[in-house]
């Protein structure tokens, strides 16, 4: 794989290599020192902004003209989506998580909180009851933020796809994005997704000749990994992997428009993401203060869903397009590519 590939590899895996990072005083694994279920919820509002982020982030780029190809056209591309997480998603309080275990916390941020994993590199030590007699026996120091904001200039996360477009039958695109399973690290990861693209305008009549393209599109993608969590807690004589699993399903519902002037075209859409997102931890752990080993504690599912709409534009210059758009939803996103299509 060359340097290029690595570097996007890496900006796919945002979400993916926080859980691989070997620093004692940032390891998510460490949450399980409060116990599965403050571990459960501590986790939640850790790993949501990252992961509602990569799931809208990875529904952009899927189109740069509602007009289809013809019979056998097809266009191979590369998008860069930066998605701006709201900053309120920097920090969260584990104060209203309803913590059992956790009797408290002291937080080096300014307001007092937790970061989340996209918030800034504040220090979060918790307070543990692991024997549940009132009394704080233990602590622990929670998984810093990554620090976004400062480490790449954006509120947000990077979702780049790489894709391929066909036209198959009658003005209809079959799109495809696809990665194999690659390893870094500690963590492997693959990535594939599919979308049609359909132009509606053929349908209608009385706008059949009407300068303009109108398609409507549906797309689906899926992220699938997993991470190596060895290292902090034994696995006490158990010869399962210690490992947290990952999937991420996203689709996408939308109507769109083009129009094309000389070597612009001009696009929106209107539509609605639906994300879906689930993560297991498995595996034995022995934690300090517990009497038994906690066997697969974690199971998180994660679901949101919002409207978008979106305007862009596309710069072709012969078979070679340059492409830009903003797309306004929950987790609004920055949207350029390049690519080369054939009709």
Known sequence: MNSFMKRLLLCIMVFATIC??????????????????????????YLTPAIE????????????????????GFDIGISFNAVFVPTSKNYFNPNGLQLETVTGFTSTAPNGQAP?????DDKTTYSVDADDNGVPDATFQGPRGLDF????????????????????????????????????????????????????????RGIKV???????????????GSTALAGTFSPGGDTR?????????????????????????????????????????TGSYVV?????????????????NSMRLNAGMRISLGPVYINGEYILQ??????????VTVR
């Open 20 to 45: 691989a990072q070997a620093q004692d005083e940032n390891d998510i694994v460490n949450f399980l020192a409060a116990g599965k279920n403050d571990a459960s919820k501590l986790m939640r509002a």
């Open 53 to 72: 982020g990569l799931s809208y982030g990875f529904n952009g780029g899927w189109y740069t003209t509602a007009k289809a190809h013809k019979t056998f």
């Open 116 to 120: 989340t994993i996209l918030g800034p």
């Open 149 to 204: 904001k400062d480490n790449i200039k954006i509120n947000g996360v990077l979702a780049p796809t790489a894709q391929v477009g066909l036209g198959i039958y009658k003005n209809t695109d079959l799109k495809i994005r696809w990665m194999p399973e690659v390893e870094y690290g500690s963590t492997k990861v693959k990535l594939l997704g599919f979308g049609v693209m359909h132009d509606i305008k053929q349908h209608i």
């Open 210 to 224: 009407l300068p303009f393209d109108l398609s409507v599109l549906v797309a689906f993608t899926s992220i699938k």
């Open 241 to 281: 992997p210690q490992i947290m699993d990952y999937d991420m399903d996203a689709w996408l519902f939308e109507a769109l428009i083009s129009k094309k002037l000389a070597m612009f075209t001009f696009y929106g859409g209107f539509g609605y993401n639906t994300i879906k997102a689930k993560s297991d931890v």
């Open 288 to 304: 300090p203060g517990y009497p038994t080993a906690f066997k697969d504690p974690i199971s998180l599912n994660f679901k949101n």
């Open 330 to 339: 929950e987790y609004s996103t920055l949207s350029v590519g390049l690519g």
